[in-house]
């Protein structure tokens, strides 16, 4: 599935990514490596296995787009060290031809030095016209750029033929700004409320689906 923000053309993967394909760069946003095993430390029963989709679906990503550069909008890991960042760092280690960026976002609190080590370059704030990246939303009201951010696990509420309701991950491309959906696994969702003018694309069955939401 495609999009077109301010001229250019992104394309949007059911694994939750974005690419543009004209700079070589791959969004994600919202990975929270680690939380499974923060959550199973604090006796919080996840299955481990649940670690593995994370890697396998960024593999995916990674063998299908083949980019230049892997761009994290904020909370790659969720909390303090833990094995599973060692887990990712042979993962960055394997795809040696394409860099890896993070723009830091309110759970990135390991220090400065392991993301030096595996490789990985940190932003507070990255430009690339016309974008803007971050990991909050930025006000639209201030923005010359537009702003793709993450944070928010963004979600639509989707009513079927029965009445029934579901909340479904979504990308979510406003006038001037749009979220990226989370990455990672038991992240939960943030339901948002698009306007008629805005795009909005679930994810259901690994599939992508443009979809008119009622305001």
Not at 100 to 117: K, P
Request: hydrophobic share 40%; glycine share 8%; net charge negative.
């Amino acid at each position: 599935m495609q999009v077109e923000i301010f001229g250019e053309r992104l394309e949007l993967y059911p694994q939750k990514g974005v690419f543009w394909r004209s700079k070589g760069i791959l969004f994600l946003a919202d990975l929270h490596l680690g939380k499974i095993n923060h959550f199973r430390r604090s006796g919080i029963a996840v299955p481990s296995k649940a670690n593995d989709k994370n890697l396998e679906s960024m593999i995916d990503l990674m063998n299908l787009t083949n980019p230049e550069r892997v761009i994290c909008l904020g909370d790659l890991f969720h909390s303090h060290y833990n094995p599973e960042w060692e887990v990712f760092g042979e993962l960055v280690k394997h795809f040696n031809k394409s860099s890896f960026e993070l723009v830091l976002g309110n759970h990135d609190i390991m220090s400065g030095q392991q993301y030096l080590r595996k490789g990985i370059a940190v932003h507070d704030v990255l430009h690339i016209e016309p974008f803007i990246f971050t990991h909050h939303p930025l006000n639209e009201d201030d923005l010359m750029l537009y702003n793709l951010s993450g944070h928010l696990h963004p979600g639509v509420n989707m009513i079927g033929k029965a009445r029934q309701s579901v909340t479904l991950p979504c990308f979510y491309f406003g006038e001037r700004a749009g979220l990226l959906p989370a990455f990672g696994t038991f992240t939960g969702l943030a339901r948002i409320y698009p306007k008629k003018a805005d795009k909005v694309f679930v994810i259901v069955d690994e599939k992508i689906i443009e979809v008119h939401p009622e305001p």
